[in-house]
């Protein structure tokens, strides 16, 4: 329990530091393949212009993924570490995260050395609570007095996240919606999801984002509902009127209005 317990006072100055991290965070690359989009961001110099551009658009939280010279995600410290440093020279002002999803490196140990290893730390990371060895990713990323996003994509990964005890320490829950839903599959499954997670009585703050074709009907619930939510190259290559996004700066633009 020691650990945790000095782990949350951290991540609680965190979560103070970053309270203004809300509504808007932007997603700008996700796992998406290069070339999947034009102006789709890869190298840290492409990542620092998205990010500036970003927060000027109304952001107010960078999410990203990290890339090696191959163009694939990584978590080696050094790519994560020229990445972070050239966004935050772009935008200084912006609390910035990366994922730690376990399709990046798929083997818990060598994520887990990949965490230990980093030279620059994320103000953030996202955990995905489906995916095996979630809890230790975590514990190891508050250790080193990073912010945890709990990614939950489904109910059952709710209760396993409310369960553990560093739940309360989090500094965002993610309630995340699959591509594939209409306007009213995720109005119903995000209110459901909301309804669970309010349940349990954690008082984390929430942001919801969905993917493809749940990407702006749960921005528009999110802004309704004041909630936090991304979004992004990431997370969608549309504008709500199905037209192509011309890039990050366009898509969080948008995203923005819904605020006003």
């Known amino acids: 329990m020691r650990t945790v317990r000095l782990s949350r006072e951290t991540v609680l100055w965190n979560l103070k530091r970053l309270d ?3 509504p808007l965070q932007a997603c ?8 999947s989009h034009p102006a789709l961001p890869l190298s840290p110099e492409e990542l620092a212009a ?6 000027r658009a109304g952001a107010s939280s960078l999410h990203l993924h990290p ?10 410290a050094a790519a994560v570490a020229d990445a972070l440093a050239a966004v935050r020279r772009a935008a200084p002002d912006g609390p910035a995260g990366v994922s730690t999803g376990a399709w990046i490196v798929p083997d818990i140990r060598e994520r887990l050395a990949c965490i230990a290893s980093c030279t620059v730390l994320p103000d953030f990371v996202s955990v995905n609570w489906h995916e095996e060895g979630a809890e230790l990713v975590a514990a190891a990323c508050l250790e080193r007095g990073i912010g945890i996003e709990a990614g939950l994509f489904h109910p059952a990964a ?4 409310a369960t553990w005890r560093g739940a309360a320490s989090c500094l965002r829950a993610l309630v995340e919606l699959p591509d594939g839903l209409d306007e009213d599959a995720t109005a119903a499954k995000a209110k ?4 669970d997670l309010d349940q349990t009585g954690l008082g984390v703050p929430v942001l919801l984002h969905g993917e493809g074709s749940s990407c702006w009907p749960a921005l528009r619930l999110a802004a309704s509902r004041g909630l936090g939510t991304r979004i992004g190259l990431e997370d969608t290559l549309r504008l709500p009127d199905g037209s ?8 969080v633009a ?3 209005a819904f605020y006003r």
Do not use: Y
């Open 244 to 251: 192509p996004a011309s890039g990050n700066r366009e898509l």
């Open 158 to 161: 709710l209760q396993a996240w």
């Open 20 to 22: 203004s991290a809300l």
């Open 67 to 76: 890339r090696g010279a191959d163009g694939k995600e990584t978590l080696a």
């Open 50 to 55: 998205d990010a500036a551009e970003a927060i």
């Open 254 to 256: 948008v995203g923005a």
């Open 28 to 35: 700008l690359n996700g796992a998406r393949s290069p070339g």
């Open 192 to 195: 459901r999801m909301l309804a």
